[in-house]
């Protein structure tokens, strides 16, 4: 599959936890192999009387990408299973739109080393670091 085939599935079928968080694949990218994806933040994903998104929800939206990128990369032949993932939370996340760029850090035959950085308003609010499992499909 090229690029735009793999954009276009993206775009035609999504997960129901990635649409739950309002989910859609900005662009993909083979090489050099990156993702982007756009994410809505809803008042009812925030505590701090709505003025904060849980962490939770943001980690959500960092590993997303990541295993999507593997995917996309694969022609959709793995199932990405995310092994550990490490969030640092930069700054607080709020009600509304958020960009995600993911990319591989180092891919191997069966686990890969992934990165993703979440911005809003161009400010990065948080980053990741995972290692995935990469599961054939069977």
């Known amino acids: 599959m090229n690029d735009q085939e793999i954009l276009e599935r993206f775009k ?17 990218c083979s090489e050099p192999p990156t993702i982007e994806m756009e994410f809505e ?13 849980q962490g939770g929800f943001v980690t959500g939206m960092l590993d997303a ?13 793995v199932s990405p ?16 739109k958020l960009n995600c760029i993911a990319e591989v850090v180092q891919l191997g035959k069966s686990t890969a080393f992934m990165t993703s950085k979440l911005y ?7 980053s990741a670091t995972s290692t995935v499992r990469l599961v054939t499909k069977s």
């Not at 990408?65 to 032949?77: C, E, Q, R, S």
């Not at 809003?120 to 948080?126: E, G, W």
């Open 120 to 126: 809003q308003k161009d400010i990065l609010v948080a």
């Open 41 to 53: 933040a809803k008042y009812e994903f925030t505590h701090s009387e709505g003025q904060v998104v």
């Open 12 to 28: 035609s079928n999504k997960a129901p936890c990635t649409d739950t968080l309002g989910m859609k694949v900005v662009s993909f």
């Open 65 to 77: 990408p990541m295993a999507h990128l593997l995917m996309g990369l694969f022609d959709f032949t």
């Open 81 to 96: 299973m995310t092994l550990d993932i490490n969030v640092s939370f930069l700054a607080p996340s709020k009600t509304g």
